[in-house]
């Protein structure tokens, strides 16, 4: 392995944070059930909200989802605010409607939303009432609000609320955390099986009755950045982060495994032995998905926090130049391994002014430009190309096999601009 | 509360924002927090809006709370003028900002901004998305044509209209107003207005000019078009003309109201004649189930039952403003009309009635689907599918010729269906089977799809120990009767069978209660 690849133990903080405060085009955590309620298949979200909830949420999921889904919307109305209704009751009468209709629910979430969180709605209260009242199913509460939460914090904010179900655990095991697409995690079992590691859990589980147990010999191996509030739950379980890069790119994959193997004492040999051909692969199949990337620009929105590790694979491995790497919140504690990985010409913005983001994208004319639904028709109407985030929490990016995949992502923009004579 | 798994209408405000976006030189300042922006994509992915839709959000978050949310409002606000510099401005609230009262109206009044302000009080918890954009309409027309007056039409002067109603975000209004205006164009009568679409906030300080007006979607113009008549004297359309017959009558009244002559013969669709073509015999009599808007419903239904020769077998609409048009219909219809925005209420009703085609939403395509019955879609909530490249509109003949070519195809072609009823038993030719035009791969999932959707599907054999039980023969030959009627034979034979006593349903009894019910 080449010392590019070794990053430096100590983290680097990096004061040069453009901090901004204005206009955020970003979606709120509602939008995490999208995915969080095909993960964990016996579980239904019911967001406690209003009708722009509902409307959000078929509006984001609405082109995606084919099948019923397991989320709904009890919309306040009124009544509920007026208190001529006791809200409590009217969300006892839903869920045992809802839950009529779907047997088949195990797990139900209670979801907070802004307007239930402004009128104080206290769903901690609701969801032990109900999960007494209804033998058989759990009902546990999170808020998915906006003026909490941002897109992916949607899904830290449910696995923040279902560690304290986890069974407790003195064995020595290796713990996962943060959704990964089913054949990713099927990835990540073989290698460290392969590796010997054979103590693994991943949360969340795919079923509700499998969440995996944790305690003082748990080593937590984030596989997503924006796990804040689960991180600090597991740890307040005793479990203890292994500090890593994320395993997107087959470097990230690389430090990933290898940080996780190591926690679990594996020798670095057999860590070398595992990974080294799978590593090869993906830097092949990288690089030639990669030669249509090398030495253009890019300027990620804020949306996912998954942008500081997206930007320092597409520098590092794609050969890419990252102008603005936004992002709705920096988790230095997360990130302590990827931020002095960044290129030191990246500016590093937290928060957002839509309109002064705008301003700096167009002055900088990158070459690629990866933002919000919002705003992509808009940027290409004006002539620049764009990739929808969105499509980098929706696709299956991690692991060595997807590598490439995750830099197609960002050459398909571009090389749909080379076809295209019209 | 209300249990909603999918929702037919949007909030208010984005009611208001289907108008400002429909609009030029308008900018709308929602006070909303982080996240409502999530609205924003409507317009660039759905209907794939090359721009930004005029909105600006305060997305105010937790912290604001603490502190001065209305002093985040007033910087919003300037701001967007500021960068903007709109002719006027709509201020609003959404639903979580209506709850913490700050007023954006009051605030606004207080900065003197060099433009009009135009404040919105959509109240969220209790009306909706058609709801909204009729109230900002009305209000945007209010505050700029309060005071003006009515033209005098001189004489040798052409009539002149204006066009109400069509928005960002509306089902075919696009095309549509293309249609309407060549409708107007043979009759010799001009344009003056077409708003929201497209107008400017000056535009609508001379609506005046016109000497009536067209209420093309009474959902989003009605309000506005009885306050012009009221105050400017302008009479207005009651006919949408949507459909061959409805687009006649249309022409009729334009002319009356222009004080020109209806055309003898006006340019007409070919719907007419394809639907006398003997090919489309295979239609009479198709059981249609009808949802959507008012407007939309109550079009479809006139021409499921006069125009395509089908039998409307059930009528609703999500337009509680238009329930008593739906209701009147549907009562000449000999339905009863279903008026409610919940989706569960409307698949159960569609279960029921066991049509063979559903005309609906994007919802009602996602319950056809499930109950394995065709559909075509006649009316928003919109998908980006309903945005197509090609001039598609449902006003006019042309408008016409598209509905004949949307609701026949999603179905069986005449001879297919017939064949499929002779062979039944080929493994390939099943009752699962999509009409081939459609390709392939769906058989399985078709085929499963009404067992799922059965509330408590019937036991096969046996119904309960004492109970009617079908005899092996009889349940093979209820296999044989189309699956989108089977559930109503079986349960017509087991009523036909228990109401005689029949322990054991032969086929005999089948045929027998078939013959019973045909009557």
């Not at chain 1, 033998?135 to 899904?155: A, D, K, P």
């Not at chain 1, 796990?227 to 982060?241: C, S």
């Not at chain 2, 107003?177 to 400017?200: H, I, K, M, T």
């Not at chain 2, 023969?473 to 009523?495: H, M, Q, S, W, Y």
Request: hydrophobic content about 45%; glycine content about 8%.
């Amino acid at each position: 392995m080449s010392a590019a690849t070794q990053p430096c133990e100590k983290p680097v903080l990096r004061d040069n944070v453009l901090r901004e405060r204005g206009q955020r085009e970003v979606f709120c955590g509602l939008t995490g059930i999208v995915w969080m309620h095909r993960k964990i298949q016996d579980a239904f979200f019911l967001v406690v909200g209003s009708r722009t909830c509902a409307h959000l949420l078929q509006s984001a999921a609405g082109v995606m989802i084919f099948a019923e889904p397991r989320f709904a919307t009890a919309i306040l109305d009124e009544r509920d605010l007026a208190g001529l209704a006791d809200a409590q009751e009217e969300l006892d009468r839903n869920v045992a409607r809802l839950l009529e209709r779907r047997p088949d629910i195990r797990l139900l979430f209670l979801v907070g939303s802004c307007p239930s969180e402004v009128i104080k709605l206290d769903l901690g209260k609701a969801a032990q009432r109900l999960d007494r009242r209804f033998n058989g199913t759990r009902v546990l509460h999170y808020s998915g609000s906006g003026i909490e939460t941002t897109f992916t914090q949607g899904e830290d904010a449910p696995l923040a609320a279902l560690v304290p179900e986890m069974p407790a655990t003195d064995a020595h095991q290796l713990l996962v955390v943060g959704a990964l697409a089913e054949v990713v995690e099927d990835q990540f079992r073989r290698l460290f099986a392969a590796m010997g590691v054979g103590n693994l859990a991943f949360l969340p589980p795919r079923r509700a009755a499998e969440l995996p147990a944790v305690g003082p010999n748990t080593r937590m191996l984030l596989a997503q950045p924006f796990l804040n509030d689960t991180g600090r739950a597991l740890e307040a379980r005793g479990a203890r982060h292994v500090p890593a890069l994320f395993p997107l790119g087959a470097e990230g994959t690389t430090q990933w495994l290898r940080a996780g193997a190591e926690a679990m004492g594996v020798s670095p040999s057999r860590i070398r032995e595992a990974t080294a051909i799978p590593e090869a692969r993906a830097r092949a199949a990288v690089a030639a998905t990669a030669e249509r990337l090398q030495g253009r620009s890019i300027f990620f929105f804020p949306d996912s926090q998954l942008e500081v590790p997206l930007a320092r694979f597409v520098t590092r491995e794609c050969g890419m130049r990252a102008i603005e790497v936004g992002t709705p919140y920096l988790h230095r504690a997360h990130l302590a391994r990827e931020l002095p990985l960044l290129p030191e010409e990246a500016t590093l913005s937290e928060g957002q002014d839509v309109e002064r983001q705008l301003d700096r994208c167009r002055d900088a004319k990158p070459d690629l430009t990866v933002c919000g639904l919002g705003l992509a028709n808009p940027l290409e109407a004006e002539g620049m190309a764009t990739k929808w985030s969105i499509e980098l929490v929706f696709s299956p990016i991690q692991g060595y096999e997807q590598a490439a995949d995750l830099a197609g992502l960002f050459a398909r923009p571009l090389a749909r601009r080379e076809r295209l004579r019209v | 509360m209300q249990l909603t798994l999918w929702t037919y209408e949007g909030p208010p405000h984005v009611g208001a924002m289907r108008v400002a976006a429909s609009m030029r030189g308008l900018h709308y300042v929602l006070h909303a927090p982080q996240g409502d922006t999530y609205a924003d994509l409507l317009f660039t992915m759905i209907e794939r809006r090359d721009s930004r839709p005029p909105v600006t959000y305060t997305t105010f978050q937790a912290r604001d709370l603490g502190g001065d949310t209305a002093e985040l409002f007033k910087t919003a606000l300037r701001d967007a003028h500021d960068r903007f510099r709109p002719e006027a401005l709509l201020v609003g609230s959404s639903c979580t900002a209506e709850l913490i009262q700050d007023d954006p109206g009051g605030l606004a009044g207080g900065m003197g901004l060099p433009v009009p302000v135009v404040p919105l009080e959509l109240p969220a918890y209790q009306k909706k998305e058609n709801w909204g954009a009729a109230e900002t309409f009305y209000q945007l027309v209010r505050t700029f044509a309060r005071g003006t007056r009515r033209r005098e039409r001189l004489p040798g002067q052409p009539p002149r209209c204006n066009i109400l109603g069509p928005t960002s975000l509306g089902f075919r209004n696009r095309d549509d107003v293309v249609e309407v205006q060549r409708l107007l164009e043979s009759l010799g009568v001009e344009v003056n207005v077409v708003a929201p679409l497209g107008a400017r906030p000056t535009d609508l300080a001379r609506l005046g000019d016109a000497d009536f007006n067209l209420d093309l979607y009474p959902e989003v113009s009605g309000q506005v078009a009885s306050w012009l008549q009221r105050n400017l004297g302008q009479p207005a359309t009651k006919t949408v003309p949507i459909g061959v017959g409805a687009t006649r009558d249309f022409l009729r009244e334009v002319a009356a109201l222009a004080g020109v002559e209806a055309p003898e013969e006006p340019a007409t669709s070919r719907l007419p004649w394809y639907s006398r073509s003997v090919d489309s015999t295979y239609l009479t009599g198709k059981r249609v189930f009808v949802f959507a808007d008012g407007t939309h419903a109550l079009a479809a239904a006139r021409i499921a039952a006069e125009e395509m020769g089908f039998a409307v077998v059930g009528l609703g609409t999500y337009s509680r403003e238009m329930a008593r048009d739906v209701r009147a219909m549907a009562g000449r219809l000999g339905v009863e009309a279903l008026v409610t925005d919940d989706y569960l209420e409307v698949e159960r009703a569609i279960a029921e009635a066991q049509p063979e085609l559903v005309l609906g939403t994007q919802m009602e395509r996602h319950i056809a689907k499930r109950l394995g019955v065709p559909c075509a879609v006649i009316s928003s909530p919109v998908h980006v599918q309903d945005f197509p490249a090609r001039h598609s509109p449902q006003m006019g003949f042309e408008g016409a010729n598209v509905i004949f070519d949307t609701w026949v195809h999603p179905l069986m072609m005449g001879l297919e269906e017939h064949l499929l009823a002779m062979f039944r038993e080929d493994f390939e030719f099943h009752d699962g089977a999509a009409p081939s035009h459609l390709g392939h791969g769906k058989a399985v999932e078709v085929a499963e799809a009404p067992a799922a959707v059965a509330e408590a599907p019937a036991p096969v054999v046996a119904l309960a120990p004492e109970a009617t039980a079908w005899l092996p023969d009889a349940e093979a030959e209820l296999k044989k009767i189309p699956f989108f009627v089977r559930g109503k034979a079986r349960r017509n034979t087991e009523r036909f069978a228990a109401e005689r006593g029949i322990a054991r349903i032969s086929v005999e009894t089948l045929y027998d209660a078939k013959a019973h019910y045909a009557r």
